[in-house]
């Protein structure tokens, strides 16, 4: 079965330079999640779906990120314009769903805001 | 509100040796708890959870994590550490019957065994 795939893997633009990042999660997964991980730090989440819909974004900074989930399935998400301090590692993860389910995490995009 | 505290930012044992890496959580009513791990320029792997029943929970690569109530506390064990164990490893907290609260992180515990 494949894993959640994340692509780019790394990724460096210069300050208010647009990105974009795509998530396929595994499949069947109906809740799919957009993590940041700052350097030395844990995840901390920046939305949460539930098949096409956003159950969770109130901590997408929305003056610059924006994130979306077509069908249901594959998720973009993107950062315009990027500023210096949204260098980290952007994760994405999937699960079946249910408070009880585990996470499985791709293996991330590094982005480096010069 | 939910948080979940990893004390130690580095635990360093040698081969062989047991280990545990300490989280301790706040959440309001029971909790979901995870233990996951992550090696270099890799994603967080799941590594065992506690939902309910025995306090003791079973997981990948011999980990094993126990829960305590009255401490509030998830501790992750092994009896004996391999250098292989090497990674950082995060615990995390989710209240019990509410999908929509959030998952919350630790700040991750960087594990290193020395041969």
């Known amino acids: 079965e494949a894993g959640v795939v994340q692509s780019p893997r790394y990724k460096i633009i210069e300050k208010k330079q647009p990105v974009a990042f795509w998530c396929n999660p595994i499949?069947?997964?109906?809740?799919l999640y957009w993590y940041r991980q700052n350097l030395g730090q844990g995840p901390e989440l920046l939305i949460r779906?539930?098949?096409?819909?956003?159950?969770?974004d109130s901590q997408l900074p929305k003056d610059r990120f924006s994130a979306e989930r077509l069908k249901g399935v594959d998720s973009t998400l993107k950062i315009q314009p990027a500023e210096l301090g949204d260098s980290a590692v952007y994760l994405c993860a999937s699960s079946p769903g249910g408070a009880a389910g585990e996470l499985f995490f791709g293996e991330g995009s590094r982005l480096t805001v010069l | 509100a939910q948080s979940v505290a990893q004390p130690e930012d580095q635990v360093n044992v040698a081969e062989g040796n047991p280990l545990t890496v300490k989280c301790t959580y706040s959440?309001?009513?029971?909790?979901?708890l995870f233990w996951y791990v992550q090696y270099p320029n890799r994603g967080l792997q799941f590594l065992l959870k506690?939902?309910?029943?025995?306090?003791l929970v079973k997981g990948s690569y011999g980990f094993e994590a126990e829960f305590n109530k009255s401490q509030t506390s998830f501790h992750l064990k092994k009896p004996s550490a391999l250098v292989s164990d090497s990674a950082l490893y995060f615990c995390a907290v989710r209240a019990l019957y509410s999908s929509a609260s959030k998952i919350i992180f630790g700040s991750g515990t960087r594990l290193s065994i020395r041969p």
């Open positions: 506690y939902i309910t029943g025995d306090n």
């Open positions: 779906y539930e098949n096409e819909e956003a159950v969770d």
């Open positions: 499949s069947g997964h109906n809740t």
């Open positions: 959440v309001s009513g029971n909790p979901y």
